[in-house]
């Protein structure tokens, strides 16, 4: 090499493949997560979640700084995940109607072809969880939790206050009990369908709700 010419360093390729650490702790989340809905949040131990996951009690602890911290974790990947979904469908409905009614309709089809058969795929249903035992939560999963479901609700509450603007509706309404109306279909359709084993009632009472909602704006 010629004096004064710098070698030249091969350019580093960044992988996108997870960590060994990042792997670990998604297995611990997913353990802790089918652990908490199938047995309780109180039932489910740090010793039965670091046997799973193969690591010892100290990397158990390297990951979260105790149960309530996993807790706190599990819920916030459940939301970003379902918030992901709910993004990804209301953008793809809004983009095939401007419509604020055809729009919602085409919304919530689309959503019931997401979930459909989903029950065979879902061990239960977190919001329930930690709704149903609050007491084994601390005071901010608890909020977390109801933050998550009124959020949800106000995307409902939001496109039907947007479907009021442009239709009249046939019948006197509560925007916020129609908004509920939603959430109380699909979380007791998965109960349900999950009681019965028929993974096909989500999408049908999506479809129903669907459907009242086009006849109390539909033209008379």
């Known amino acids: 090499m010629a004096s004064g010419q710098q070698a030249k360093t091969a350019p580093q390729v960044q992988s996108d493949e997870p960590t060994k650490g990042e792997r670990t702790r998604t297995r611990l989340l997913d353990l802790a997560y ?7 949040f109180a039932a489910t131990s740090v010793e039965e979640l670091v046997d799973g996951a193969g690591i010892t009690k100290s990397g158990f602890f ?18 970003t995940q379902n918030e992901e979904l709910l993004d990804r469908v209301e953008a793809r409905a809004r983009e095939l109607s401007d419509d604020p009614l055809h729009g919602f309709l085409i919304y919530l089809r ?16 977190l919001v329930a969880t930690v709704a149903y035992q609050e007491r084994s939560f601390a005071h901010d999963v ?12 106000g995307r409902f509450r939001r496109w039907l ?3 009021v603007r ?3 509706p046939n019948a006197e309404i509560d925007i916020d009990a129609l908004a509920d109306g939603a959430w109380s279909t699909i979380f007791g ?14 999408a049908d009472q999506i479809l129903l709700y669907r459907d009242t909602i086009r ?6």
């Open 62 to 79: 390297y990951h979260f700084k105790d149960k309530n911290e996993l807790a706190r974790q599990v819920l916030a990947r459940y939301r």
């Open 110 to 125: 689309l959503y019931a072809e997401e979930v459909n058969g989903a029950v065979d795929l879902t061990p239960g249903c």
């Open 161 to 163: 206050e947007e479907i």
């Open 34 to 40: 089918e652990a908490m809905v199938t047995k309780g």
């Open 166 to 168: 442009v239709y009249r």
């Open 189 to 202: 359709a998965f109960t349900v369908a999950k009681t019965l084993g028929r993974p096909e009632i989500v």
């Open 215 to 220: 006849r109390l704006f539909a033209d008379r």
């Open 142 to 153: 608890r909020m977390a939790n109801i933050e998550m479901v009124a959020d949800w609700r």
